[in-house]
């Protein structure tokens, strides 16, 4: 299994080869040399065109280097021109020249840019973004755009994205399924790799610039993630100059202070960001059981805070070489308390509940891009993400006496690393194709050290302690090809391999609290297969306003530790979950049909689609008669299976309208049938959400906003999830010449609780919890941009890393 990085590495040696001897050999050449009007000085980064004379189009395009200096080194006969432009400065176009006979150089050494007498401060911005665009292959949420967002987290800018859907207690759904995979700057993050719900109440959303939702991804991306991917993009700065932002958050129920750093000269460029949080929940919880008496009534509070933190260093030596560091780490700290009242029958107990939780995790990115000329580029990188969770679960029980009963006391420690390298090579073509090449190889390490002490009233602890190591290894290599017919159809066209081994170990030692019979288990497993995963998309656009899109892939969606583990976990001695080290991975097809089209200040974006899966992992709860400390318990035991066939049909639209300039009008609706089947049981039906979100430009640098949405909740193979609500309000005032700003922001104004329910339904007994959070927040920000930038056209070269282990779960 670990020879996979040769064979990784040999396989990128090749695509190098192919990069390095495919490009054309032709024979002209141009050269030159760009000059301010006044000064004389040269000037940098400036774009320069090369423009064909017979349709007007560039076929080429560079930027100058620190000396003015330009060149076009391999150019075929034809009729050309120049077209030289940098901001603050007039476009200069040069006269047209022809490369052709004995006249194949060209030498333009003193071409002069002259200044542009409009000045910045006197330019008035009359549009900005729309907050939801439609990207072909994918649609965006520019979250910087919408201010209800300011001094929130990550979850909260979720909620607003289309086809996306985050109930009460921060799950997060994608077009109705769970398997999904999410990103942070299109790579895998330490932060996301475990708990998805929590993971995003961590990272604010001051430094989110937009959300990217692609539901059918092509071959470059990789295949885990049967929905599709939901990629988060964070502010950058690659102007020249010094800048910052400082910014802070007072609430109700969530503090935040975030700052960044920006600098670029020349060749060298640094970001960096910091952010601490604290937050606090609260809620009530009860748990009701049909056929017999049993019910549960909880009330707990959480505490929650931490940092993080980004650096990233870019060096740029010339317009054809450019290379990234990127750092981050994160530190977090969760406190949980609460009590608990049991009432089974004629008897009633009491439980003192304490969860303690701390993460921390780091991830380290390097990357290299070697640009043959725009849109002809060869990138690699080297990714390392590290990620470690300690938690501990504290339960104790009384009677109604307050005396000890029994007591549990469960504590994980779970580190996990994960080591990518990846090299992709993309070409474009004169006659608008596109051609992408890649190959990657992932390297997964996860282990999770459990310990389980059992306390009952005047007897010895019983000891249980479980060991689980699981290693992942996926090698994989993709071939992409887009291409037109007619000008009338956009083909898009890939295949992606990838093989998969796995390895897992475990060892039970144990005195088992059900049998009380001392046990140890030693026992592995080890599995690899491989998946050939096409795609294919269709698009055409009817009138210049209209696009139709027809696309088809496969995606897959492998087993994480979480649910291999095979070690029988009580929660609470009614409740426990247990692992399944045999499930396979799903294989889901998927087909949709988009349509998007614009109009004067509106646009629309609509699809309709269908996913079949036919070995769903689904969840399964079985009651499960237990013997534990001599008294009989009915307890509800939850595990995982390849049990099921599952198909969504459903439809998604969104859309966005100005009325009037100043105000913006932006509603999403999903809809989407569910069937869930096995062999002995079925559930189907209808859920759908639908979000509506305004704002308004005032006079004077006021704005306000307005969003409200609705999820009807949904299926599960044994139950439903119940429905859910979340509005806010927000004011936001600019200040200090417009480089600061003062928000003000209400959320669940109408309710101080939101009801979320779960339902799950055994032969035996139907079974119900229902969670009662204190959302109504008040909060009040505060933003202040610094320094002086000066804009670079300079080429920001970038690798997308779209691998991560199923952040869906």
Known sequence: MRRSPLYALLSLCLICFFALH???QTPGKITGMVQDSTTGKPVEFATVSLLSTATGKPVDGTVTNEKGQFSFSKVADGSYSLAISYLGYATTTLPSFSVSGQQREWSFPGIKLRSNTTKLQEVTVVGQKPLVEDKG??????AEQDISN?????SDVLKKVPSVTVDAEGNVQLRGSANFRVLMDGKPSSILANNLAEALKQIPADIIKNVEVITSPSAKYDAEGTAGIINIITKKNSMQGVSGKIGGTLGSRYNNANGNLNARTGKFGFSSRLSFYDNNNRRTTTTDRTGEFFRQEAGLRQLNHGYYGQAEVTFDPDTLNAFNLNGSMRRNYFTGRGKQTTYAGPTVRYSDLENLWNGSGFDLNFGYTHTFKPQHELSVLAQWNHNNSHDVYDNQLYNAENAFIEGQLNDNDAP???KTFQLDYNRSFKNDSKLELGAKTILRDAISNNTYQYSFAGKADSLAINNFDYDQDVVAAYFTYAFSLQKKYNFHLGTRYEHTATKGQFLNTQKDPVTQLAKLQRSSFKDQYQNVIPSLSVSRTLDSIHTVRVSYTQRIQRPQIWILNPFLQLEDFNNAYRGNPTLDAELTHSYEVGYSTYFKTTSINASVFMRQTDNAIQNVARPELMVIDGVERNVLVITHDNVAKNRAYGLSLSGSTKPVPAWTISPSFNLSYQMLKTDSLSNEGLQYSANLNTSYEFSKGWSGQVYAG???????LQGEWGASYYTNFSVRKKILKDKGSISF??????????ENSYTVKTR???QTT???????TVRISFDWNFGKMQASNRQKKSIQNDDAAGGGK
Not at 150 to 154: H, K, N, S
Not at 745 to 754: A, E, K, L, R, Y
């Open 22 to 24: 495919t490009h054309a």
């Open 137 to 142: 292959d994918k649609l965006v949420y520019n």
């Open 150 to 154: 300011i001094g929130t987290t990550a």
């Open 416 to 418: 996990s690393d994960e």
């Open 710 to 716: 609705y999820f009807s909740g949904g299926k599960v």
């Open 745 to 754: 922001g209400v959320t669940n104004p109408f309710s101080q609780t939101i």
């Open 764 to 766: 035996d007994y139907t």
């Open 770 to 776: 229902r969670n009662y959070n204190y959302n109504r």
